[in-house]
């Protein structure tokens, strides 16, 4: 897979995509034996389309040129779609992305292998959009899992107290669009936290991170600025990139944080000496993105995932299976 970039746009690498309803996928998947790994869309059980009002499944598939009849009348995937799900199914590198914001979930999964890169999404209605693209156009793809900016608008500020905290009233300290931040006094939201910033009511960080609350181990004024962070935390993104190693899978987790029109990545740092007195083992940093560094921030991830696959399949016995 040498050539595979996942931080270079690549506008020529476009992907070819298809919408399937969730019956449809199942039918393929069953056809051709295979499984989609975990961190994948999995499709629920064909409905009884010979009872529906619409054709019957495999008439549907045929129409659709997705299955053909075999030289023994049986049916069989095409040979393009079959190669874009033996991606999915046997990766040499994958990522998967949930996410959580004020218009619903995502939920995506991503893949490499053999130069061939492929995407699953999960639509609205169950619907699952499928895609195949050259493995190089990784990065470009993945751009399309971190959503648009949730309106133009400004960026939160906080203002802050003398000694670099938030005064009493933080939650009065946001102001409108911070140009002036110098004169004013204002930040965004950038900065070292601990974890537990992230400890939202939808309890993903926690599962992802192991988060347990810190907030009492902070001074007032750093306690309040934590607040203030958490409460305009609107949007997350996880991502998971994975690869089969030969003691077991190599896992690289990735957490994006938004408030409003800004994303901000969660870039674990070591702790100080005070905070580690203090207690404070788990720090990050809010560091501001934009959707399309996405590719860069997974890279490592990724690399570390196509090379425990790679140690992994040379380690094998000769004729050992994968």
């Not at 053999?114 to 639509?123: E, H, I, N, Q, V």
């Not at 911070?178 to 936290?193: I, L, P, S, V």
């Not at 094998?316 to 299976?321: A, F, H, Q, V, Y």
């Amino acid at each position: 897979m040498s050539g595979l970039r996942v931080d270079a746009p690549r506008p020529d690498a476009v992907a070819k995509r298809l919408v399937l309803d969730p019956d449809e996928l199942h039918v393929l998947l069953d056809l051709t034996g295979l499984r989609l790994p975990p961190g994948f869309t999995a499709p629920t059980a064909p409905t009884p389309q010979e009872a529906g009002d619409g054709p019957p499944l495999s008439q549907r598939l045929l129409e659709r040129g997705l299955v053909r009849h075999g030289d023994d009348g049986a049916l069989e995937v095409v040979p393009a779609l079959l190669a874009n799900l033996l991606v999915l199914a046997a990766p040499a590198a994958s990522v998967s992305v949930e996410g959580s914001r004020a218009e619903g979930a995502l939920k995506a999964g991503y893949a490499v292998r053999g130069g061939l890169g492929a995407s699953l999404f999960l639509l609205p209605g169950g619907r699952i959009e499928l895609s195949v693209f050259e493995d190089i156009g990784l990065g470009d793809q993945l751009v399309r899992a971190v959503p648009e900016p949730l309106s133009a608008g400004s960026t939160p500020r906080l203002n802050l107290g003398p000694n670099g905290g938030a005064g009493a009233g933080a939650g009065d300290g946001v102001e409108g669009d911070g140009t002036d931040a110098a004169e004013a006094g204002a930040t965004t939201m950038a900065g070292r936290y601990p974890l537990a910033v992230l400890a939202g009511p939808s309890g993903l960080a926690e599962d992802q991170f192991g988060v347990s609350p810190e907030l009492d181990r902070l001074e007032a004024p750093a306690r309040d600025r934590v607040r203030w962070v958490r409460s305009h935390l609107d949007a997350e993104l996880r991502f998971l990139a994975i690869g089969k190693g030969r003691d077991g899978l190599v896992a690289t987790p990735m957490l994006w944080v938004g408030a409003g029109p800004q994303w901000y990545a969660v870039d674990p740092v070591p702790s100080t000496a005070a905070e580690l007195d203090a207690g404070l083992t788990r720090m990050v940093r809010l560091v501001p993105v934009a959707r399309e560094q996405v590719g860069t921030w997974l890279a490592p991830g990724i690399a570390a995932a196509l090379t425990a696959s790679a140690d992994a399949v040379n380690a094998r016995p000769e004729g050992g299976e994968g």
